[in-house]
């Protein structure tokens, strides 16, 4: 995370899910230390529930698409994801532009929330990050979604499905 008047310079590492039709944050974590296999796993679960309610698999699969990071590459983080109904792919090797929506995602987030903020220590950063993504799904307009944010462009495709005309 970026630095500011007052910063300890504690990195803050985060891992999110993002539904790339929509772009909306489905999911977080963030840690101070390393991002671990099972905090991989319950972010899979996490979002999982989060888009589709309680159930034990997907109703159609989808990719999972990550870096080739231990904690996403790991056999039991793979198994998991199969037994979700995720299609587990990864991008290729240091090749992070291959993910351009996702990266996108991560200068937007830094630009617009932590660079704007007073954060003095990874305690602060982590407690505003339920906000910032909140705001971000709530009211962050994208150019690939005609200017709406997630949660709008959702609202108006459901509208459109339900639609009798």
């Given at each position: 995370m970026g630095t500011s008047p007052g910063y300890s310079g504690q990195k803050v590492r985060i891992a999110?899910?993002?539904?790339?039709?929509?772009?909306?944050?489905?999911?977080?974590?963030?840690?101070?230390?390393?991002?671990?296999g099972d905090m991989v796993r319950d972010l899979m679960a996490s979002s999982m529930e989060y888009?589709?309610?309680?159930?034990?698999?997907?109703?159609?699969?989808?990719?999972?698409?990550?870096?080739?990071?231990?904690?996403?590459?790991?056999n039991?983080?793979?198994?998991?994801?199969?037994l979700m109904g995720f299609k587990?792919?990864?991008?290729?090797?240091?090749?992070?532009?291959?993910?351009?929506?996702?990266?996108?995602?991560?200068?937007?987030?830094?630009?617009?929330?932590?660079?704007?903020?007073?954060?003095?220590d990874a305690i602060s950063v982590m407690e505003q990050l339920p906000f910032w993504f909140e705001d971000y799904n709530e009211n962050h307009p994208h150019k690939g979604l005609k200017m709406l944010s997630p949660r709008e462009f959702r609202r108006k495709e459901a509208k459109l499905e339900t639609c009798p005309v």
């Open positions: 999110f899910a993002m539904d790339c039709c929509d772009r909306e944050i489905m999911g977080h974590i963030a840690t101070t230390g390393g991002i671990t888009r589709f309610g309680k159930a034990d698999s997907l109703p159609n699969p989808i990719e999972w698409l990550s870096d080739n990071g231990s904690a996403y590459t790991a039991e983080t793979i198994s998991f994801a199969r587990p792919c990864t991008t290729p090797y240091y090749s992070p532009e291959s993910n351009g929506m996702a990266e996108s995602f991560v200068k937007t987030f830094k630009r617009d929330y932590v660079y704007m903020h007073d954060l003095p």
